[in-house]
């Protein structure tokens, strides 16, 4: 297994692999990988014949206000996980993606303001803008519908982050094929589209929520929640599985859902972020439970934002 620390290199090794006629799948993460990010590289095997996984904490997608800093990080562990699969051929690891041979601009750009309604503000920015306030990175790529909800609005700069720079990853290792986890619901949507309306040549897959014994979702910060906080969690996945129940018993109304929902993690100590029944191509908000659709929840359990979600498969009236 190969670990490549640079662009021109991955994308060398990638052009290799091609020459060769071989398939290349790409698993993009974040490190500190757990049994899901493992689940994934096994869905990537049966999609294409060589595996390159990326371990890379995007600054682009973090507010100064959240928890890049705090972000759990175990490179060797990581790169011991991935070995003892057997199946990765390579790990980019790169140092800084936003390291370019060209300077930027030798002065700060202006920063654009927006309107909400309510006066002019500030447009948010991330702790790359922060830390680089020269310009050096200057270019952003937006879904701008299917991001504005949920996770959207509570993280203004999460998914021009995220799409920005799995759009460096397509570029730098020419993947066929690409896996992304169903737990970050919003991330798969918006990738897929950004990849149908770029004509990336890339196969974009989804692949399911893996889940501890006890039901909650795997997540690197899972590891940063207190034993309390942690049980207390658990009422995320109960609360989803009862909504699951309510449908099949003929419970449509989004909001009485949605309610019932609210009121099992509140009660459990979470602080909800939202709660949203959407549909599973569009991300828009339904009054009634008539088609398939998602149920997405973000709650806090101490200083800890967790995700999770539940696909429900109603035929379509």
């Not at 589209?193 to 910060?221: C, K, P, T, W």
Request: glycine letters at 6%; aromatic letters at 6%.
């Amino acid at each position: 297994m190969e670990v490549i620390r640079e662009k021109a290199d991955m994308r060398a090794w990638s052009r290799r692999i091609r020459r060769d006629g071989k398939s290349l799948a790409l698993v993009p993460t974040m490190g500190y990988l757990h049994e899901g990010h493992l689940s994934l590289v096994r869905e990537a095997k049966a999609h294409a014949d060589v595996i390159v996984v990326s371990v890379y904490v995007n600054p682009g997608q973090f507010a100064p206000s959240e928890d890049l800093s705090t972000y759990p990080s175990d490179l060797q562990g990581d790169l011991l996980k991935l070995s003892q699969t057997g199946v990765v051929q390579a790990v980019f690891c790169p140092r800084n993606l936003y390291d370019y041979d060209t300077p930027g601009p030798l002065s700060a750009p202006p920063r654009h303001h927006f309107s909400n309604g309510s006066g002019e503000k500030q447009a948010p920015v991330s702790c790359l803008e922060k830390e680089r306030c020269d310009g050096t990175h200057e270019t952003w790529v937006r879904v701008e519908r299917l991001e504005k909800g949920m996770c959207g609005a509570s993280r203004p700069v999460l998914f021009r982050g995220v799409a920005t720079v799995v759009t460096k990853l397509f570029h730098i290792v020419e993947p066929d094929v690409a896996i992304f986890g169903k737990k970050d619901y919003q991330q798969w949507r918006i990738i897929s589209r950004m990849v149908r309306d770029l004509d990336f040549a890339i196969e974009i897959i989804g692949s399911e929520i893996v889940r501890e014994a006890d039901g909650l979702a795997m997540s690197s910060r899972n590891v940063r929640l207190s034993p309390r906080d942690r049980k207390q969690a658990l009422s995320i996945n109960k609360a989803l599985s009862e909504a699951k129940v309510n449908v099949s018993k003929g419970s449509i109304s989004s909001q009485d859902i949605k309610h019932r929902i609210f009121q099992t993690v509140s009660d459990s100590g979470g602080r909800i972020d939202y709660v949203e029944i959407v549909g599973q191509e569009s991300l828009e908000p339904v009054e009634k439970i008539e088609c398939p659709v998602v149920i997405c929840i973000a709650a806090w359990f101490g200083d800890v934002r967790l995700i999770d979600n539940i696909e429900i498969d109603v035929p379509a009236v």
